[in-house]
């Protein structure tokens, strides 16, 4: 207890030391839960992940979160994805770990003029309506001159990296024109060009201490071009840290999207199914697209093990793969004759037979109205994901085997309904130039 309390009765200036006592302990309490918050990851969603984030920081029950996953998938509507929550224009990221790179006084220092180029493009002004043309022309020159300072402008570019901040500019009217969705973004492409040793150390420190998903991916893609394989271990072992943050309700709000096609690239099946029980659409979208169809088996036994709705997924995967792999075929054939397939299930097949494909996160709001897409979220996971006809991004030019699976399937179902909507399928495939 403080002492000028325990003073004697007889001291005039007790009742204001008490007063003046009160409210300094109230002030480093105060200061001490600001700090605390201001280092936790934004309640919203991280940028460019702005459709339907779940706001709630209590993680579910598994009976919870087991129901609202194997729930039938429901497209959400254009007045649900217009209402959505946008993330705010600035966030303060969350680091995993310290930074591990040199010690300060023996790495290179940033210059006077790269710190200036760098701050020049942070104080874009997010604040005050759409962006101007003129201010995403003056915006782009400051980041090509940046760029053009080559291993100069790294200690900068590194600098601001280290503080965490990030400016998103997805939310803001007018950005598109900036050519970037984030200030971190461009800073990464920026390391990116310049390219070096220098840079790839940067990048690499990034790795090792980012907690946005986005960013992770971005940088696996840009580690893998400049020394394929080279970094894949360190790729897989960052996103094992932020998926284990994640579920253990660390980073409230945000979505993981971006990490999976990553492990579809650089992970194993037996790594992904370990994640299904928390992220089972996004866990299950990865296994249909590892490379040389290695998820492919695990999709086979999903499809056995579970009934009813519980499979539907796995075998609208199947369905989305078996153009290419005859395994996911024979699965579905399998399935049709021993009559384990709902109609409800056999509907998401035939959308898939007929060139529905998924992906992962959330469409990007500039890509323009696409007819036959669907938009998903499920609030177990904070999983996003949208589908539309491949035909919407090109000629299909698998619509032969698609109708050579639709003749297999034909064959081996006596469902009614399933043999109405294939033979529909197939009459409307077959009139396609």
Same mark, same amino acid.
């Given at each position: 207890?403080?002492?000028?309390?325990?003073?004697?009765?007889?001291?005039?200036?007790?009742? *204001?030391?008490?007063?003046?006592?009160?409210?300094?302990? +109230?002030?480093?309490?105060?200061?001490?839960?600001?700090?605390?918050?201001?280092?936790?990851?934004?309640?919203?969603?991280?940028?460019?992940?702005?459709?339907?984030?779940?706001?709630?920081?209590?993680?579910?029950?598994?009976?919870?979160?087991? =129901?609202?996953?194997?729930?039938?998938?429901?497209?959400?509507?254009?007045?649900?994805?217009?209402?959505?929550?946008?993330?705010?224009?600035?966030?303060?990221?969350?680091?995993?770990?310290?930074?591990?790179?040199?010690?300060?006084?023996?790495?290179? $220092?940033?210059?006077?003029?790269? $710190?200036?180029?760098?701050?020049?493009?942070?104080?874009?002004?997010?604040?005050?309506?759409?962006?101007?043309?003129?201010?995403?022309?003056?915006? %782009?020159?400051?980041? %090509?001159?940046?760029?053009?300072?080559?291993?100069?402008?790294?200690?900068?570019?590194?600098?601001?990296? @280290?503080?965490?901040?990030?400016?998103?500019?997805?939310?803001?009217?007018?950005? @598109?024109?900036?050519?970037?969705?984030?200030?971190?973004? =461009?800073?990464?492409?920026?390391?990116?060009?310049?390219?070096?040793? @220098?840079?790839?150390?940067?990048?690499?420190?990034?790795?090792?201490?980012?907690?946005?998903?986005?960013?992770?991916?971005?940088?696996?893609?840009?580690?893998?071009?400049?020394?394929?394989?080279?970094?894949?271990?360190?790729?897989?072992?960052?996103?094992?840290?932020?998926?284990?943050?994640?579920?253990?309700?660390? /980073?409230?709000?945000?979505?993981?999207?971006?990490?999976?096609?990553?492990?579809?690239?650089?992970?194993?099946?037996?790594?992904?199914?370990?994640?299904?029980?928390?992220? %089972?659409?996004?866990?299950?979208?990865? /296994?249909?697209?590892?490379?040389?169809?290695?998820?492919?088996?695990?999709?086979?036994?999903?499809?056995?093990?579970?009934?009813?709705?519980?499979?539907?997924?796995?075998?609208?995967?199947?369905?989305?793969? +078996?153009?290419?792999?005859?395994? +996911?075929?024979?699965?579905?054939?399998?399935?049709?004759?021993?009559?384990?397939?709902?109609?409800?299930?056999?509907? %998401?097949?035939?959308?898939?037979?007929?060139?529905?494909?998924?992906?992962?996160?959330?469409?990007?709001?500039?890509?323009?109205?696409? *007819?036959?897409?669907?938009?998903?979220?499920?609030?177990?996971?904070?999983?996003?994901?949208?589908?539309?006809?491949?035909?919407?991004?090109?000629?299909? *030019?698998?619509?032969?085997?698609? /109708?050579?699976?639709?003749?297999?399937?034909?064959?081996?179902?006596?469902? +009614?309904?399933?043999?109405?909507?294939?033979?529909?399928?197939?009459?409307? /495939?077959?009139?396609?130039?």
């Amino acid at each position: 207890m403080n002492r000028s309390v325990q003073s004697s009765d007889t001291k005039p200036a007790r009742g *204001p030391v008490i007063w003046i006592t009160i409210f300094l302990a +109230a002030t480093i309490v105060g200061g001490a839960w600001y700090y605390q918050a201001s280092r936790r990851p934004a309640e919203s969603s991280s940028p460019e992940e702005p459709v339907a984030p779940s706001t709630s920081t209590a993680k579910p029950s598994v009976a919870t979160k087991a =129901a609202a996953e194997d729930s039938e998938l429901r497209q959400l509507t254009p007045e649900e994805i217009a209402k959505a929550p946008r993330p705010p224009a600035v966030i303060q990221a969350t680091s995993r770990v310290a930074a591990t790179a040199a010690p300060a006084s023996a790495r290179a $220092q940033p210059t006077p003029y790269t $710190q200036q180029l760098v701050a020049g493009l942070a104080q874009l002004d997010l604040t005050r309506g759409p962006i101007t043309a003129e201010q995403a022309a003056q915006w %782009k020159l400051g980041l %090509k001159t940046l760029t053009e300072q080559g291993a100069a402008a790294v200690p900068a570019i590194r600098e601001f990296l @280290e503080k965490n901040l990030e400016f998103d500019y997805t939310a803001v009217k007018g950005a @598109e024109a900036l050519g970037h969705s984030s200030m971190r973004a =461009a800073m990464l492409e920026a390391l990116q060009q310049i390219g070096g040793p @220098e840079a790839t150390e940067v990048m690499l420190q990034t790795l090792h201490t980012t907690t946005l998903p986005s960013e992770i991916a971005r940088l696996a893609d840009y580690l893998e071009r400049q020394s394929p394989g080279q970094y894949r271990p360190e790729t897989v072992g960052a996103i094992n840290e932020v998926l284990a943050m994640a579920s253990s309700g660390q /980073l409230p709000g945000w979505d993981v999207a971006p990490l999976f096609p990553v492990l579809a690239k650089y992970g194993d099946p037996a790594s992904l199914q370990q994640l299904q029980s928390q992220w %089972k659409y996004y866990t299950t979208m990865a /296994l249909a697209g590892l490379e040389g169809g290695q998820g492919i088996p695990a999709l086979v036994r999903q499809a056995q093990e579970q009934a009813g709705s519980r499979n539907d997924f796995a075998l609208q995967m199947l369905a989305q793969q +078996a153009t290419t792999y005859p395994e +996911a075929t024979a699965a579905l054939i399998e399935q049709a004759r021993a009559n384990q397939i709902t109609d409800s299930t056999w509907r %998401k097949i035939v959308a898939s037979l007929a060139g529905d494909q998924f992906f992962m996160g959330t469409r990007p709001a500039d890509a323009g109205i696409v *007819p036959g897409m669907r938009t998903y979220h499920i609030a177990a996971g904070n999983q996003n994901f949208y589908s539309q006809p491949v035909a919407s991004t090109g000629a299909d *030019p698998r619509i032969p085997q698609r /109708l050579a699976v639709i003749d297999q399937l034909l064959a081996a179902t006596s469902n +009614a309904f399933a043999r109405q909507a294939l033979q529909q399928t197939r009459e409307s /495939l077959a009139r396609v130039p």
